[in-house]
């Protein structure tokens, strides 16, 4: 695999086997990562010199029904001097936990508090993780698998 | 902050109080339905505290139970100032995951939509903006030019706000051809009513004393919470995915992507401004230079076919049923496609898992990011510039709620 874009490279040297696997698919990657290591992947991508990733676009949860994970994560990043993006994903078992990336990038907040809302992913060490588009009160995640769309 | 409790016990006179006020869901200066709590400190806002939600519509869920091509019309109602720039975004995204080319023709087309898109939103942004700060003047102004460009979206699409134009893989049909006499005759005038709307404000004391050193954002904070767009650009970063991401042949258009330096309302303003002016420069690139030829790619499965063939031969009129019943199907995989919506960068995320619709979808909106800023930029601040703040964004609620 010569002909890997340098981030697969470089995430495989530092992280090993952190890195689980690589998907190339219409000419983007996506790395799937680790979920208890995601802190310090995106910590590097982002200050990494030659990574530079430092603009996060948007976080994304995926829920599933009847597969060995229950949620996917989504990090699509962006490298604004190098104009390059980037997608990283962790997949995590039915307790839906992985740590939060605020500390990395501001604008994860209210991404992460949207995916925590319609789809149920609690992000440790959230500063504030509350529901942001659906009321307070409402009980249950929207965007499951499993939500009733007769309710 | 006033506690029910505390009007019985005998309150400090001296003791600091502050109040805290809703401004919003239903505020004119909200540009729809934002709500924002704010705390005060007399005029001083010492803290804000965004709601967003009042206009969730479960578009994401929508997306998932509909197939790619019934999902176009909802995009209308994302950021509803530029549908034609939200249906375009969609169905590159599609595009992307299943593989598909569309004729020149249709890309140029496509440009064309999105730069009157862009005119016409931040026409609405600066006559709106300008009206929340009491210019009012320029609202009216604006308006006329707007109501040109509808004209043409009208000619176009058929439709003045709900478009729903392209389709995957082409477009509901050809521009007719009056519209490139309409289109260079709009502009030959328009660059001439951007100097006029710069004449009211641009050197206007009381504008510069609203939008100047207000609501300032620095480029690393800009950056740290996501800010894309003519918001990102005025903070002096030149990110714009027309040049870093070109799409629908935007690398064969040259244009200038203006930056400010300050990042305040003023530069905000500035930037888009120059926008416009860029934007006339590309629709007259496009008008120059459109190609001839189909603004359908060829491929019967995915494409739909021609009105007349389909009241005339029996596969087309196969392929039609088939295609608006069920819905083509996508192959497994994933796509992100961003463009340069007049707010930011718009995105659509899509996971398929090889069915008709897609498993998930997710709306990456500029409008949504953006205000997650307005704490930053308004907190310390009059609350009088707290609406400066929110004008100089350009949010659009049904892009943020979805």
């Known amino acids: ?151 | 902050m006033h506690h029910p409790e505390d009007r019985n016990s005998a309150p400090d006179p001296l003791a600091p109080e502050t109040v805290t006020i809703n401004m919003g869901p239903s505020h004119p200066s909200t540009h729809g339905v934002l709500r924002l709590v704010v705390e005060l400190d007399g005029e001083v806002v010492r803290k804000v505290v965004p709601h967003v939600g009042y206009l969730h519509r479960g578009m994401e869920k929508i997306a998932e139970n509909v197939t790619y091509y019934q999902f176009i019309p909802y995009t209308d109602r994302l950021d509803y100032l530029a549908p034609l720039s939200n249906n375009v975004a969609f169905v590159l995204a599609v595009e992307k995951l299943i593989g598909l080319e569309v004729p020149p023709r249709c890309r140029a087309v496509r440009v064309l939509c999105c730069e009157i898109a862009r005119i016409s939103s931040h026409l609405l942004w600066l006559g709106t903006g300008a009206l929340d700060l009491g210019a009012g003047t320029v609202f009216f102004h604006t308006f006329r030019e707007r109501e040109d460009l509808y004209n043409l979206i009208e000619m176009i699409t058929g439709t003045r706000l709900t478009t729903s134009y392209p389709r995957v893989g082409g477009l509901a049909r050809d521009i007719p051809e009056k519209l490139i006499p309409e289109l260079k005759k709009f502009l030959k005038t328009f660059p001439g009513r951007v100097d006029e709307y710069e004449t009211l404000l641009t050197r206007n004391k009381i504008w510069l004393k609203r939008t100047e050193n207000v609501g300032r954002i620095s480029a690393r904070d800009a950056i740290d919470l996501g800010l894309t767009g003519p918001n990102l650009r005025a903070s002096g970063v030149e990110y714009d995915v027309r040049k870093a991401f070109p799409y629908s042949g935007y690398e064969q258009y040259s244009f200038e992507v203006p930056i400010g330096s300050t990042g305040d309302a003023y530069d905000r303003y500035l930037v888009r401004m120059e926008e416009m002016r860029q934007s006339v420069r590309i629709l007259e690139q496009v008008v120059a230079s459109l190609p001839d030829g189909p603004v359908n790619a060829d491929d019967p499965k995915v494409v739909l076919p021609d009105k007349k063939k389909v009241v005339t031969s029996m596969e087309e009129l196969i392929h039609q049923f088939i295609i608006v019943t069920e819905g083509f199907t996508a192959p497994v995989g994933e796509v992100y496609h961003g463009i340069e919506a007049p707010k930011g960068e718009l995105g659509f995320y899509i996971k398929s898992e090889g069915s008709k619709s897609p498993y998930r979808l997710k709306i990456r909106s500029p409008s949504f990011v953006t205000l997650q800023a307005v704490p930053l930029m308004a907190e310390g601040g009059m609350v009088s510039d707290l609406v400066a703040v929110v004008a100089s964004l350009d949010p659009v609620m049904g892009e943020v709620d979805r």
């Open chain 1, 1 to 151: 695999m010569g002909s890997e874009p340098r981030e697969v490279e470089k995430v495989r040297e530092k992280f090993g086997d952190a890195l689980r696997d690589v998907i190339y698919f219409r000419g983007e990657e996506t790395l799937v990562v680790d979920p208890a290591r995601i802190v310090e992947i995106c910590r590097f991508l982002k200050e990494d010199p030659e990574m530079d990733f430092n603009l996060l676009l948007d976080i994304t949860g995926i829920h599933f029904l009847e597969r060995e994970y229950s949620y996917e994560v989504v990090y699509l990043l962006l490298s604004l001097p190098r104009k390059r993006r980037l997608r990283l994903r962790a997949r995590l078992g039915e307790e839906g936990e992985i740590d939060s990336v605020v500390p990395v990038w501001g604008t994860a907040n209210w991404h992460e508090r949207e995916e925590y809302d319609l789809v149920g992913i609690k992000f440790r060490g959230h500063p504030d993780l509350r529901r942001i588009i659906m009321p307070e009160d409402f009980v249950g995640h929207p965007l499951r698998k499993d939500f009733p769309l007769d309710q």
